[in-house]
């Protein structure tokens, strides 16, 4: 009983247990030991800050959950935690976040005497199939290794998927995630555009801005391009373009003007960064995104303000972008004429694309393994190019990568998957709306045209930084729970109110 209402009325608890005399003592006695302690023994400044931010860690965690959830959703997200560990040699911030995340969650269930329910969707099902379908690979994969790699990977990310539908299942934690997800998108574009303005592509600003050399077009000479916290640029765009339509929805509902004035130039800096990555992909996902979003808007006036900014930002862009997007011509069908393709990047991605689909043809049903299709594509590019082609590729193609390492079973429960989770958000939506919550039914939209972007932009993308998949399903399911849990109380609210 004591359990439950600690967890129930954290804040109410801490103030009354502050008010004691003895509790003042004990703490202030605590901390003057331990640094007391820290000091005698000349530790390194950084563990006793690690120490007290480990308490209060823990403190949050198990009085505001919600809060320690909604910044891994945040960090997670922006691979915040791969850069610590990197560059600045600081354990891993997302394996104690979920540890700790996890066992709130289940003291929640199991530990207090009204136990809170763990949220039921038909998205389990299909994540757990995902699971299942997966691991059949262990049977008869080349390297059963790269399997178990891929399968723990994969069990990871679904658990902090599972614990952000269960712990930001409310629409002020849903809200302040999304606050969350777009200032560290619009500081890593930030640092992004300052290190472009200022040229100092040497300078990877801690790790948040990386950059490389590689190619822009068969017409103009390589140039840095922005890898931000992920090691490649194609993926740093992917990361930013699902955030575009978050920050279109914080212009046009913000409930401030300082909230609309942020919205703004999150959306700036967003764009701008993506064109420094002279991703092809993450351009054509932007414009779909963008295209997308406006059909919902039904053109909405509000909306082509945005424009006039959006062209400055062309007007401004350096000329290797206007020649990398020239070249969207090679990869979008039906656009050449000739049938041929001068790109050496887009050459290889087609030979993967048909390596992929041999490779699935002769393996039908459950395909090479999990992490497999590598190690195989060394067999067929022999064939293709001769004996000495002895190197290892990816397939450059999430839905051919599915399909070549797991058979037509693991990809039709992908499908599956991508399908009910695209059909949950359009229930969250048509529920807000039926409710009149329109910010949140515009929420809900832009969550699932960030959803699409991601899958248009896979098209040209592996699974290497699957975790992003994997978030954007734990926030589909948090909407369509807040939707739900909304509507009920909508509907019981007369029935309550007749019965005092």
């Not at 000349?42 to 959950?65: C, E, H, R």
């Not at 069908?333 to 048909?354: C, F, H, W």
């Amino acid at each position: 009983m004591q359990l439950e209402r600690m967890l129930r009325h954290p804040v109410q608890i801490s103030a009354e247990l502050w008010r004691h005399a003895w509790v003042q003592i004990a703490v202030v006695t605590a901390v003057s030991v331990a640094t007391g302690f820290v000091l005698s023994r000349d530790v390194p400044l950084w563990v006793l800050l690690g120490g007290v931010g480990g308490v209060i860690f823990l403190a949050i965690s198990f009085f505001k959950p919600e809060y320690i959830a909604a910044a891994l959703l945040v960090i997670h997200w922006g691979n915040i935690h791969d850069v610590l560990i990197k560059y600045h040699g600081i354990p891993s911030l997302v394996k104690p976040m979920v540890a700790i995340l996890t066992v709130v969650l289940l003291a929640r269930r199991f530990l207090t005497e009204r136990p809170r329910g763990l949220v039921s969707d038909p998205v389990i099902w299909w994540i757990l199939a995902y699971l299942v379908a997966g691991a059949i690979g262990l049977w008869f994969a080349r390297s059963t290794d790269a399997v178990m790699k891929q399968l723990i990977d994969t069990a990871k990310d679904c658990i902090i998927a599972v614990l952000i539908f269960n712990l930001l299942a409310t629409r002020i934690a849903f809200e302040r995630a999304i606050w969350g997800l777009l200032i560290i998108g619009a500081t890593l574009s930030a640092l992004t555009v300052y290190q472009e303005i200022t040229r100092t592509y040497d300078n990877n600003y801690w790790g948040f801005a990386q950059s490389a050399v590689r190619q822009i077009s068969t017409t103009m000479d390589d140039r840095a391009r922005a890898f931000g916290t992920v090691n490649d640029p194609n993926y740093f765009g992917q990361l930013l373009l699902v955030l575009v339509p978050l920050a279109v929805w914080a212009i046009l509902n913000g409930r401030t003007w300082r909230g609309k004035t942020f919205g703004v130039a999150a959306l700036l800096l967003l764009l701008s960064a993506i064109g420094l990555t002279f991703s092809r992909g993450a351009y054509l996902g932007t414009v779909i995104v963008l295209v997308v979003y406006a059909m919902y808007l039904r053109l909405d006036a509000r909306y082509l303000l945005v424009l006039p900014l959006v062209g400055a930002l062309l007007y401004v862009a350096p000329p290797e972008f206007r020649a990398r997007f020239g070249t969207l011509e090679e990869i979008v069908p039906g656009m050449t004429n000739t049938g041929v393709y001068n790109d050496g990047s887009i050459q290889g991605r087609l030979v993967k694309a048909e390596i992929a689909l041999t490779m699935l043809a002769d393996n039908l049903i459950f395909g090479v393994g999990r992490g497999n299709y590598r190690f195989h594509y060394r067999d067929y590019i022999q064939e293709i190019e001769g004996a000495g082609s002895n190197t290892e590729r990816d397939a450059h193609n999430l839905y051919l990568e599915v399909a070549a390492e797991q058979g037509v079973v693991g990809f039709a429960v992908f499908v599956g998957l991508i399908l009910t989770v695209w059909g949950r958000l359009r229930v969250a939506e048509r529920l807000f709306a039926a409710t009149g919550e329109r910010r949140m039914a515009d929420l809900s939209v832009a969550v699932k045209v960030g959803f699409l972007g991601y899958l248009a932009t896979s098209l040209f993308l592996h699974g290497a930084y699957g975790y992003m998949f994997w978030l954007q399903v734990g926030m589909a399911v948090a909407l369509v729970v807040i939707a739900q849990r909304e509507a009920a109380e909508r509907s019981t609210l007369p029935i309550q109110v007749a019965q005092r």
